[in-house]
């Protein structure tokens, strides 16, 4: 087999990772920036042809188009218009990371690649797959892609596993919040060892994620007649807000009882005028440069640094007078800069601090709205209007009504050559008269309750902490756990939700979190040979312990057992990846609770990607992988041979059909 990897430069490589409602898709992998560009997943059939296209297409009267009806000419008046804002009709191919419409979501594909490629035979992609895509699935992507975009090689890739491209830690639990659908998988030394997921769109529509906490602020705020995008925008407001968690009250969150932001205008509106007192000062009747007053005094020029012209001082005569007023302006200054800082510090403490949203009970949400109406647009058609006209229009007022009032006169007074021009003129104009679609920006303030707190679902965000830990404590090695349970990484557009990743942490450690002070619940886990506790506080040791007995001032044999992998018997433990073949009866570590649960730290050397947020680590993710699929040259053999694994080649597909897939990618199965 020719090995093709490693010939391609960084800007001839496709990444596209599909979601269910938008796909993010680049050429070139040379910069590691967010994606640049975020195409709606979504289809449109044509009813004519049965085939389908990128958007939405309807039919509108051509401009300049009569207003008769002609039997042979009737078609001719209409022309095909796409509108790339429009739903109607759209086919989602994608459905809680399941494929719904193979058809669709092929042409789909199509659509990206012939968007940002303008070659066929030397564009070699990297497609991000979804956990739950199925073996046949993937074999129909790849057939597809080969036989219908010539591409040279294409690499499939696991969504957790992009995401821990991305984010750089070797163990990790990746949780996938997506549209309808949440995914939990557990990645230990880059391999993926447990995964569990919740969604099922299709058929009894059991849907989770993001559209779970859309529906419920919906129907609480049906009776202000809410409609999904104005929902939808509540919830990508810094307005809703998942709210921490507390076990001790009925709702587990606190929420607001009184909103005393309002008592806050009355401070701000009287401090303006103690700010003026304080700037504003009596204007000095000196001159600029040292002239006379009024009351016939010099003045003394003052310099920048302070330093006092003494020339004119002295030729003043008045030497000690100018002194003693000085030092007396001076005493007043200092005296007025003492009241003001009093005053200022007044005015800040009777000033209350801005409530925040957490503890405001109503706050004003500001949507914003696209309207989008045909209007009709006179069109010129090049016909000359007559002068005559023209005149009357330029004498005419700027004002409606005047030139309603002037136009019968107008008319009296034209001459009977002109009239059937203007006649003519009229006519052509009123023709040529086209339809435009415009969109205007209608914004609307409406109040929100406690609402936009109470949306946050209890059983989600319960179904997704249970998911976490029984994705978790599902890994059949105990010793893999605690890494897991140390890096947990939230991803997805649905976890950009403001508080919603600090309330799933709080839940998991208030319910699950063990602490490793509480030892008697430990004692399942102890090894046989270890002495069994009696009720004086003594142990009866067993044949097979060697070790020493503990005293009253010795350590606690249970918290030991339970924190410690080892527990210094000889020849009953055995550490992870050991090669002695020696069975023992001792535990790697303590995995069957955790005892540290942590949230995995994010890179800071990102500068945009810091600024954007690390919710689409998996586009990342994809842009390192395609690197090292396709772009690092000059490797070793058994570097060479582990590329080649990473991605099919069109030599390798030609000789084993689509099946080879599964073993050439990076789908971690």
Known sequence: MANQQGKWREDQVLIICPGSLTTMAQLGCSELTPP??????????????????????????????????DGEKNDDQWE??????????????????RIVNMAAFLAFLDHVHSLLTTTYHNTPIVLMASPQWTRPDCESIARYIFEKTKTPALCL???????????????????????????????????????????????????SGGEVFTQKLLSLLKDKKFTYDMAEQLKKSPLCEVLP?????????DLPTDDSAPAATQPTSAAPPSDGARVVEPPKPATAFGGETENGDAEAKETEEG????????????????????EKEKAEKTKSKKQGKGQEAESAAAKPARLPNSKRKVNVFHYEELVHEDVEVP???GAPKSEPTTATDAAAPTGDAPAVESAPGNQEAKPEGTGDANGEAQESTTNAIGTARRTKRVRRDIEVALERFLFADRDEINRITDTIYHAIQSIDESYKRPGCWDNIVFVGNGSRLRGLKDNIMQTLIARHLISPSTATIFTSELPSNMATPSGTGSQTPTGSFTGQLPTTSSVNPLLQAATTASLG????????????GEIGTGHHSHGQTPMSIKQAPLPTYLAEWT????EEAMFLGSLVAARLAYCIHNLDVQTTESQRMMSLNRVDYNEHGPKLIHSHSMLGS
């Open 157 to 207: 890739l696991n969504s957790a596993v992009a995401a821990q491209y991305g984010l750089k830690w070797p163990t990790m639990t990746v949780v996938d919040i997506g549209f309808e659908k949440v995914d939990v998988t557990c990645i230990h030394d880059y391999n993926i060892v447990s995964h569990k997921m919740l969604g099922f769109p299709t058929p009894l529509r059991e849907i």
């Open 379 to 381: 069109i010129s058609n």
């Open 245 to 253: 968690y507390a076990p001790d009250s009925p709702e587990l969150m």
């Open 36 to 69: 640049a560009h975020r195409i709606p997943t979504r289809m449109f059939k044509d009813e004519e042809t049965d085939e389908y296209a990128p958007y939405h297409t309807y039919k509108r009267k051509k401009a300049g188009a009569s207003g008769s009806a």
């Open 307 to 326: 330093v006092l012209d003494v020339a004119n001082i002295v030729t003043s005569g008045n030497t000690r007078e100018f002194l003693a007023k000085k």
């Open 569 to 580: 018997i000889p020849g009953t433990t055995q550490a992870p990846g050991s090669t002695s």
């Open 611 to 614: 600024k954007n947020g690390f």
């Open 80 to 97: 095909y218009v796409e509108d790339r804002d429009s739903i109607e009709g759209a086919i989602y191919p994608l459905q809680g990371g």
